[in-house]
């Protein structure tokens, strides 16, 4: 079973930041491309950055470009989104998505992820 596990999500205030965490549970990161993923209440599940095999290939949704990065460290076996800036509108549950793949690209599309972790949730604070 592929599991992708999150971490690192909590309450912060406006204009504060969070490093969210990915492994997949028995599996070497590097062999998947990776997101993440937020849904809001009432709302539906919608891209907030993606990253291919090797990490040299990001995708950001555009209301967090230029405050979050994903990235990805192969000895951790880990994928990281730092998040700065934040937001109330920040505020959701989020998702760390796998996709097993032998090709170097990214995946931008919820749909396109067969594995899914259990969510973390993430509220900032006006």
């Known amino acids: 079973q592929v599991q992708p596990v999150e971490s690192g999500g909590g309450l912060v205030q406006a204009g504060g930041s969070l490093r969210l965490s990915c492994t997949v549970s028995g599996r070497t990161v590097s062999n998947y491309a990776m997101g993440w993923f937020r849904q809001a209440p009432g709302k539906e599940r919608d891209l907030v950055a993606t990253?291919?095999?090797?990490?040299?290939?990001?995708t950001y949704a555009d209301s967090v470009k230029g405050r979050f990065t994903i990235s990805r460290d192969s000895a951790e076996n880990t994928v990281y989104l730092q998040m700065n800036s934040l937001r109330p509108e920040d505020t959701a549950v989020y998702y760390c998505a796998a996709r097993y793949t032998a090709l170097d690209v990214y995946y931008a599309r919820a749909a396109d992820y067969p594995y899914w972790g259990q969510g973390t949730q993430v509220t900032v604070s006006s």
């Open positions: 990253i291919n095999r090797s990490g040299g290939t990001t």
